[in-house]
Every structure is written in structure tokens, then in C-alpha cells.
């Protein structure tokens, strides 16, 4: 039987690739953010599924998020 192998969170993402981490509570628990896109608005979509979803205001409660 094959052992199966998993990426890490970082090698499964391409170059510009935005990421959500959430704890295993299902949380938010983090924002991955694309090298050199640090000073970039968070794409729209991404807003939406932490409003909805997460119940957290990107623009108000970012300094609860950590950010990678």
C-alpha cells in the first residue's frame, strides 16, 4: 500500500496565490499573503468569505488576524 504524501501549506500555493488559515476550532485563524502583494487590497472575494463565513470585517478587525 502506498504511503500518501502531503504538501505543506506554502508548496501547494502558486506564485501569487492568497491563502485563509483556519484552526482546527474552524476559525480564522490567519491571512496568507502573496509575497510582494503586502501593500495590495485583499482580492474582493476573499472580504466576502471572511464577512460571510468568519463573521470577521477585514477592514476593522485586521489587526485580530495574523498574517504570513
Same mark, same amino acid.
Given at each position: 500500500?502506498?504511503?500518501?504524501?502531503?504538501?505543506?501549506?506554502?508548496?501547494?500555493?502558486?506564485?501569487?496565490?492568497?491563502?485563509?488559515?483556519?484552526?482546527?476550532?474552524?476559525? /480564522?485563524?490567519? /491571512?496568507?499573503?502573496? &509575497?510582494?502583494?503586502?501593500?495590495?487590497?485583499?482580492? &474582493?472575494?476573499?472580504? &466576502?468569505?471572511?464577512?460571510?463565513?468568519?463573521?470577521?470585517?477585514?477592514?476593522?478587525?485586521?489587526?485580530?488576524?495574523?498574517?504570513?
Amino acid at each position: 500500500m502506498a504511503e500518501e504524501v502531503f504538501d505543506s501549506f506554502e508548496s501547494a500555493l502558486d506564485t501569487g496565490d492568497w491563502g485563509l488559515i483556519i484552526g482546527s476550532d474552524g476559525n /480564522l485563524k490567519g /491571512l496568507f499573503i502573496p &509575497e510582494g502583494k503586502e501593500e495590495d487590497l485583499v482580492p &474582493e472575494s476573499i472580504v &466576502e468569505i471572511c464577512e460571510q463565513y468568519f463573521g470577521v470585517d477585514l477592514n476593522t478587525d485586521i489587526e485580530n488576524i495574523t498574517l504570513h
